[in-house]
């Protein structure tokens, strides 16, 4: 079955605690992205990768890293997490980065910072 | 920044009513998709489209791109309970980079 698969689903850590969110998908695709959904501002990119070992900033990098070592994974990582990072994050990947192409989402990660 | 406005929020209407909700833009977009979205879910693509004025239809959705490729419209006929759920809208840009910018959302309720 073709699918983005995320781990964890849910996350209660401290501040200051390095995290890794994994993500994979099996459908071969070039280009994954990492959102971040909070109530009232919808889905924010806040990284994504056209490929292997080329990622870029979206609108809302700061405080996370990310990379790209092979195609199916691509992993996010809070160094030093913050109470602000508290989100319900998404990966997604779609065959490429040009217009047009349907993105396929994960299920989603609950991360709460105390 | 690129925004995309979506309108309005929140919409709760009864079951046979017709609905649009809309997705506004100051900036050109090269392509606006509409996803939908149920709770404990990633998004669901449920339409893409690319060129200025193009109308799409799925049952009884109907998919509108604007002339100047700014802003969007999702009208749904005969709305059902199974509409319900967070209707996205989103737009990639054209500078050249493979940035997303998604509206805010609309989150609809069909009530039986």
């Known amino acids: 079955e073709a699918q983005v698969t995320q781990n964890p689903r849910y996350l209660i850590t401290v501040t200051g605690k390095k995290l890794t969110v994994t993500c994979s998908q099996n459908m071969n695709h070039e280009y994954m992205s990492w959102y971040r959904q909070d109530p009232g501002l919808g889905l924010r990119q806040i990284y994504y990768s056209m490929n292997v070992e080329v990622t870029d900033k979206g609108d809302v990098p700061e405080g996370y890293k990310v990379s790209r070592k092979e195609k199916r994974n691509f992993p996010l990582i809070l160094e030093s997490p913050s109470p602000n990072q508290t989100s319900l994050y998404f990966c997604?990947?779609?065959?490429?980065?040009?217009?047009?192409?349907?993105?396929?989402f994960g299920d989603g990660t609950r991360l709460s910072i105390l | 920044t690129q925004l995309l406005e979506q309108s309005p929020q929140f919409l709760s209407i009864q079951e046979g009513e017709n609905l649009t909700v809309y997705c506004n833009s100051s900036s050109v977009f090269s392509s606006l998709q509409w996803y939908r979205q149920e709770p404990g879910e990633g998004p669901v693509l449920l339409v893409t489209v690319v060129t200025g004025g193009e109308v799409k239809k799925l049952k009884r959705l109907t998919f509108q791109f604007g002339d100047a490729r700014k802003d969007s419209s999702l009208h749904i006929t005969a709305a059902q309970p199974g509409d319900t759920g967070l209707y996205l809208c989103a737009g990639t840009t054209t500078s050249g980079t493979y940035k997303y910018i998604f509206g805010t959302g609309t989150r609809l309720k069909v009530l039986a």
């Open positions: 997604a990947s779609s065959f490429s980065g040009t217009r047009g192409q349907p993105q396929h």
